[in-house]
């Protein structure tokens, strides 16, 4: 994994990259927003409060979130990390306004984790087209 992060860190980045060990104290502090406000999205639909569609996306969302890191260091594709990250922005976005009717605070505690990914989005964007 190391090699791969030597990988990285070769990279043509934006001026407005942050520095690499900020990336672990803001996940961290994500995760932790994700586990609490994703895990009552679950307990609502296993307690038949909302209907699958509006837990589809959360769903989706994590499948991506968590296929970054392999897809932007294991396979070393700048290409495939944009895609994915779009993708992580996208069904953020829709799993936030599918459960703002049902369970608003869900979608006020996920700000920090969208303010976050629309800046990670952007930052992947740039990268890869820095180094295309």
Do not use: E
């Not at 990336?23 to 895990?39: D, E, N, R, T």
């Not at 890191?69 to 944009?82: E, K, M, R």
């Not at 505690?109 to 990914?117: E, Q």
Request: glycine share 4%; no cysteine.
């Amino acid at each position: 994994m190391s090699q791969a992060y030597s990988w990285y860190s070769q990279l043509i980045k934006p001026f407005f990259a942050p520095p690499s060990w900020l990336f672990g104290p803001v996940w961290s502090v994500l995760y932790i927003l994700i586990a609490i406000s994703y895990g009552y999205v679950g307990y609502l639909f296993f307690t038949k409060r909302i209907p699958f569609i509006v837990l589809l996306p959360f769903i989706l969302n994590l499948i991506f979130n968590f296929a970054f890191t392999p897809i932007q260091f294991g396979l070393q594709s700048n290409i495939l990390a944009a895609i994915d990250i779009l993708l992580v922005l996208g069904t953020l976005i829709w799993a936030l306004l599918a459960i703002f009717p049902h369970i608003p605070w869900v979608t006020y505690i996920n700000i920090p984790y969208i303010l976050w990914v629309s800046f990670a989005t952007i930052l992947q964007l740039t990268v890869t087209w820095l180094n295309r």
